[in-house]
């Protein structure tokens, strides 16, 4: 399977769509490069990469990208718990600001998932 | 055992002294809440949260406490490759150049600590 | 009185709900830590504090805290023109986007005040 | 004609009108400074400098300030292509998750001009 | 009195000559626009305006530029405990890492300022 | 010629030979995307996209790549005035402090190149 599969999960086809007609160059290294390369790399499971991911984005302030990756490490077997802790953990090295806003984007997307499940 | 101990092994007291001599009240916050409370936090191993404070410090640019949590990661179980993996990851959320300086830092970590050994 | 409601005045209910609700570990972080124990240390006043966080809030780029600050300067005795030179004299230092982006919340936090007083 | 002119097109009424509403002494140092002096020097042709610009924007993450300077570039003879270059290219130097922000944006541009010249 | 001359103190020759010979236009900018104006502003006090600027800094993690004003704090009357306090704040916003940072360069500059005195 | 050969000149068999001892795996992919893949694509040319990768770098702060691209640029055809006003203009962006390092920098970078062509 691939990464993006395993990561974008259903979304895979929307996402390829609109990153494809704003960029197809971009998007091909995005594709190519960052997902089927680099976070398909062995010596670490996606689980872990992902509560990487959600790091990085926490520090840079992505919000789109971050809102995916915290989608991405659910579907990858990270617990609520486990991701609660990455986004708490944060807040001592880039501040409270940054930790905050992406627990309040994590609230909001399992009040999203909970609500498709009903 | 105190998670300062785990992470920082054999420097503990050395750090510690130096710390408490630059400011007393920001190392007793460190210790107490950034160390012996959130680090200490269940939800996530040890191993792991030393990746993820990897992955924050390179997004941070702060090498010397980059230099920290690299041989904390070691010292909690965290192989040279997962370590290695981390860093690059980090490439495609911060960039090449964060990415590279981190890893130079480890190269040189590494050696460090294989002289001490010998 | 608290920290917190000094700085939230009347808005202190609403986000400490809101926070709680969020994640009661983080809201708990930021009520006994960050407010109530390093914002009510003493050796600087709390309009001097303020203007300090509306600063690292406009190098950090976090709106949302960013509004909270300046109002809570404006509550602690900030005036208006202390405020517009805080945010002016950061230009210097982090640039004119987000000088300007800090100024346009300003402007607008103004006009709430003043709306909701008529 | 002067830089503004040249980079707001006209939009600069508008722009300058609402600058000068938020606040006056910052907007003049943006105009006297930013645009009519540093901007307006000699050395770089304004097409390389609003490239430049743009890389800067996308560093900072300022995405309204990115709208008028992707549009600046047109304006002053950059090519889609030059733009679209320039995007891809700062992935390499700060992360795929700024540049594709970037990338998305100028696809808004450009629909958005192609409506208005409908 | 300049306000370079107010920050600088006795080392406002040595900067000067020193940035003149870096880039005589950068220098006139950060000479004419930076201190003569934006820092010489009314309506905040200059020792409000150098615990603002190390905030800045802390963010921004320009070692060199922090050192400066660290000094130009002090001899605009900034107490020791004052810049200790601005600098534990800032961990709350940006974290502890670029915090402990600062606080390891005020320690420093408090030593070389006290064997300078004897 | 290859890309690394432009920018690097001369130095490409020492910086090859260092990077490929820090981290095959990573110096793969600076080679081979970074470098012969996306600065090696059409549509801007080699200067232009060396006054970009500055104008990232100064943003970023990674001192030791701006060197090398600051040496880049000037084997690529760009002028000492030309990067000085890349430099210069990045101040407006990303503030002064940024922007005199970043000068600080070419200033040492020229005097390094004077005395070896000596």
Redesign the interface.
């Known amino acids: 399977m691939s990464i993006r599969k395993a990561i974008w999960g259903e979304q895979l086809e929307a996402i390829e769509q609109n990153?494809s007609?704003?960029?197809p160059?971009?998007y091909g290294?995005?594709r190519d490069?960052?997902y089927e390369e680099?976070?398909a790399?062995e010596?670490?499971d996606l689980k872990?990469?992902e509560?990487?991911?959600i790091?990085?984005?926490?520090?840079?302030?992505?919000p789109?990208?971050l809102a995916t990756h915290l989608e991405g490490a659910l579907r990858n077997g990270a617990t609520e718990?486990?991701i609660?802790?990455?986004?708490?953990?944060?807040?001592?090295?880039?501040?409270?600001?940054?930790?905050?806003?992406a627990?309040?984007m994590f609230?909001a997307t399992l009040r999203k998932l909970l609500s498709e499940e009903r």
Chains 1, 2, 3, 4, 5, 6 share one sequence.
């Open positions: 990153l007609e704003v960029d160059d971009l290294y995005i490069f960052a680099v976070l790399r010596g670490l872990t990469r509560l990487l991911a790091t990085s984005l926490i520090a840079l302030g992505a789109k990208e718990r486990e609660r802790e990455t986004i708490i953990q944060s807040a001592l090295f880039v501040g409270f600001p940054k930790a905050l806003g627990m309040k609230h």
